[in-house]
């Protein structure tokens, strides 16, 4: 079974600030089944990345998502107040990582 | 629009059964490329994988719920269901249905859920 281990666990920035999270697996996972979920409280997931690189609809083009193999990385180049959620990354539909919350500083 | 509904008690007594339902509108259960899940989040905690169904019936469960876990499928309602049996408070979340999408292209075969319901608290309590 192939674990998730997402960091930092609470990431503190301040609006218009770069994001960077991180995701490792505990074996390779083929980049195509590895996506990001944004959550805010009171809210269902909402699917911002799959395919490791690639947006969902809608999602604004400051979210982006990169790695490969064991290593994944979610960027969010500039922080809006909404951006500030806790995000979530899950490998094949199936296992998710622990989550980063990204707050505000 | 695709829209997902979970319905079924809010309260449910320790070691009883947990039984919850989902029910897709707007689009068809039975159509290929797509399986149908639930996910759980216990309060102010992550998210976990339960298991996920596709229309013909075929199964898989998360390892580590797997013996207490049935999904079922009822693609004439256009509904599909989880039973948890022998609850704790350990079972005590909200649990959400999704639609797990399952996509090939001529390179790669994508997995991941994009649509999902707003999610129903269950409480195990006596």
């Known amino acids: 079974e192939i674990v998730l281990t997402q960091s930092p666990g609470t990431l503190s920035l301040s609006p218009g600030e770069r994001a960077t999270l991180s995701c490792r697996a505990s074996q390779s996972v083929s980049s195509s089944y590895l996506a990001w979920y944004q959550q805010k409280p009171g809210q269902a997931p909402r699917l911002l990345i799959y395919?490791?690189?690639s947006r969902a609809t809608g999602i604004p083009d400051r979210f982006s998502g990169s790695g490969s193999g064991t290593d994944f990385t979610l960027t969010i180049s500039r922080l809006e107040p909404e951006d500030f959620a806790v995000y979530y990354c899950?490998?094949?539909?199936?296992?998710f990582g622990q989550g980063t919350k990204v707050e505000i500083k | 629009q695709l829209q997902l509904q979970e319905s079924g008690p809010g309260l449910v007594k320790p070691s009883e059964t947990l039984s919850l339902t989902c029910t897709v509108s707007g689009g068809s259960i039975s159509t290929s490329s797509y399986y149908w899940g639930w996910i759980r989040q216990p309060p102010g905690k992550g998210l976990e994988w339960i298991g996920s169904i596709y229309y013909n019936g075929n199964t898989y469960y998360n390892p580590s719920l797997k013996s207490r876990v049935t999904i079922s499928v009822d693609t004439s309602r256009n509904q599909f269901s989880l039973k948890l049996i022998s609850v704790t408070a350990a079972d005590t979340a909200v649990y959400y249905c999704?639609?797990?999408?399952?996509?090939?292209?001529?390179?790669?075969?994508?997995?991941?859920?994009?649509?999902w319901g707003k999610g129903t608290t269950v409480t195990v309590s006596s």
């Open positions: 395919g490791a690189s």
């Open positions: 999704a639609r797990r999408v399952g996509v090939a292209t001529s390179l790669y075969y994508y997995y991941f859920m994009d649509v």
């Open positions: 899950q490998q094949s539909g199936k296992t």
